[in-house]
């Protein structure tokens, strides 16, 4: 992400998007931009440093559109204020924020609601990682010991465990129904495609289409596991994460294809229900894209303890799947010479290459949008761009079918911000303020830049960048757990006090982040954050060190702790002090 010189002066109240609007948010003047992500100046696109006139002539624009969008049936010609094409986390979250700001809103879903994440993704996912943490647990019997616990035996029912995932993501897709149609949100079935400026239409194949008209539209389709080239799929021995969520077999060994979030979960959940794994990464290490200095510690606790091997640097160049007694073969090639290494001979292969936008069919050729690499290009405002590189009015994408961050609860957030432009109020979302999780035994999690990409950062701009880090095995209630395996780390400018990034492993690693996410979104400053309270004994208070840990640079050529009572405070609690000490004759009356 880059910088933008704009300020913003909205509370943290008028920041937040969705839910009852604050009183903060209520005065705030129309087409004021608010910014979901860093303060005006700590956010970093180049891009947004506008002219004054450019930013007026912006809310202008705004603000009558907001002005002709009016309410549900308003009798401007269109049938919806807002149509949504995909019914995922993204879209959910769009559509109820949308009725809530008073828009005629439909929403058009081809498959299931719920898309993804809650289907074959981050829901039905969790359930099996929650059974996998039980079972790590234990079977640990120096961890169980150690607390005066004694476990005689432990099993699992495959089946069971499968159908906990499944009822989760069955209860969770109801839920998201539920709401949707409470708000009076109209869910259509079908494949959404755009056949014109604001127009949609939808249907299932073998019915007849219907059309319909928008002031705007959303696409939020989302994506599909990535199967690369030489890879045979047959959904039993060899498959993707969609066909792993169904548990359908719990295999001897197993080889992973990539060890980014989705291979470490799996990874996880495999070995805690006694199968051997093996990695096959392309990259030189294992755990691309995570902070280095994390990655290591997370391989020593969550590889190199378990019935883990690996190759890194290598592809797997084909895959042929088990068949007439024979197990499944993996050719391995080198990265870079592209020469062959050896063939491994496996019970399954799980292919956790990552994910591709599912974006064909949309009807983009009917607007001249060009896909990159199947992702729709979107602006930072998550306006749709057609081939000449202008914005197409009304038009927006949002997730992982624009693949600016793809992650649920990212496309939810660029969701709310597109509501909020159509609203009336221009709305920038910094992704380096949304936070991720893995969520394995311990948790990984992190928010804003790892060490290297800040330090690229702090190269170019000029500025200084410091890393502080703390333990887990210094943190009371870790230890209470004898969970102590963990570290916490912080990138931040010492001449500001502005956090870059923090980087977690440890028990509930996936919970502590928000504190540091908030901080980012809200652009907390340390100097801020060393003076905050946590509950004792807390997780917490391993973020609450790191804060403490971090050394400012003086301002004014004051030497003044941070963490200390500011120098008029002192003076104020020295007055008092005195006054009490003194004899009552003494006092003034």
């Not at 190199?304 to 993996?330: C, E, M, Q, W």
């Not at 301002?555 to 006054?579: A, C, W, Y």
Request: proline letters at 4%; charged letters at 20%.
């Amino acid at each position: 992400m880059h910088s933008v010189s704009i300020s913003a002066s909205a509370s943290a109240s008028a920041i937040a998007s969705g839910g009852a609007r604050s009183k903060a948010a209520a005065g705030r003047r129309p087409g004021e931009i608010r910014f979901c992500g860093l303060r005006g100046d700590a956010l970093a696109c180049a891009s947004l440093r506008a002219s004054h006139a450019a930013a007026a002539t912006r809310r202008a624009v705004l603000r009558a559109a907001a002005s002709a969008n009016g309410a549900a049936g308003s009798g401007d010609g269109f049938d919806y204020d807002l149509v949504i094409i995909g019914a995922g986390v993204g879209g959910h979250g769009a559509a109820l924020h949308a009725v809530e700001e008073g828009l005629k809103t439909a929403i058009i879903e081809g498959d299931v609601v719920g898309g993804t994440c809650v289907n074959r993704g981050c829901v039905p996912s969790k359930a099996l990682l929650a059974v996998s943490g039980r079972m790590r647990e234990l079977h640990d019997e120096h961890h169980m010991k150690s607390l005066g616990l004694q476990v005689s035996s432990t099993g699992y029912d495959r089946q069971a465990v499968a159908d906990h995932a499944n009822n989760l993501a069955s209860k969770i897709r109801s839920n998201l129904t539920n709401s949707m149609k409470a708000m009076g949100v109209d869910i259509l079935t079908g494949f959404g495609k755009i056949v014109g400026k604001q127009k949609v239409r939808y249907g299932k194949v073998g019915f007849p289409e219907k059309e319909i008209t928008a002031k705007n539209i959303i696409i939020a389709t989302g994506s599909v596991p990535f199967v690369p080239k030489g890879i045979e799929i047959d959904g039993k021995t060899v498959f993707t994460s969609d066909h792993a969520l169904k548990l359908e077999s719990v295999p001897d060994w197993i080889a992973i294809v990539g060890s980014g979030y989705i291979g470490l979960e799996f990874s996880d959940v495999y070995t805690a229900l006694g199968s051997e794994v093996t990695f096959v990464e392309a990259l030189d290490q294992l755990m691309p894209g995570f902070d280095p200095e994390i990655a290591k510690l997370a391989q020593r606790v969550l590889i190199n303890t378990r019935k883990i091997d690996y190759h890194t640097g290598v592809f797997a160049s084909k895959i042929t799947p088990a068949k007439d007694g024979k197990p499944v073969l993996i050719e391995l090639i080198d990265a870079k010479t592209k020469e062959h290494k050896e063939t491994l001979e496996v019970d399954a292969a799980l292919i956790a290459t990552g994910r591709a936008p599912f974006t064909s069919g949309l009807g983009l050729e009917n607007i001249n949008v060009v896909t990159q690499r199947g992702f729709i290009p979107v602006d930072e405002r998550m306006q749709v761009t057609d081939a000449d590189g202008n914005v197409v009015p009304n038009l927006f994408c949002i997730g992982d079918a624009n693949g600016k961050l793809m992650l649920a609860h990212a496309a939810s957030a660029q969701g709310i911000s597109v509501v909020e432009q159509i609203s009336g109020r221009d709305h920038i979302l910094n992704h380096l303020s949304i936070p991720a999780a893995c969520f394995t035994h311990p948790e990984i999690s992190m928010v804003g830049l790892t060490e290297p990409q800040a330090r690229e950062k702090a190269d170019n701009e000029g500025f200084e960048v410091s890393v502080v880090k703390t333990s887990f095995k210094a943190n009371t209630k870790a230890l209470a757990e004898n969970e102590g395996d963990g570290i916490a780390k912080m990138i931040y400018r010492p001449d500001t006090g502005e956090i870059l990034g923090v980087h977690i492993l440890g028990l509930h690693a996936a919970d502590l982040i928000h504190e540091a996410s908030n901080a980012i979104a809200l652009g907390t400053r340390l100097q801020e954050l060393k003076l905050a309270v946590h509950a004792h004994p807390t997780l917490s208070e391993v973020l609450d060190e790191l804060f403490k840990a971090a050394k400012l640079q003086p301002k004014d050529g004051q030497e003044r702790e941070p963490n200390h009572p500011p120098q008029p405070l002192l003076k104020v609690l020295s007055f008092i002090t005195s006054l009490l000490s003194s004899p009552q004759r003494d006092r003034q009356p």
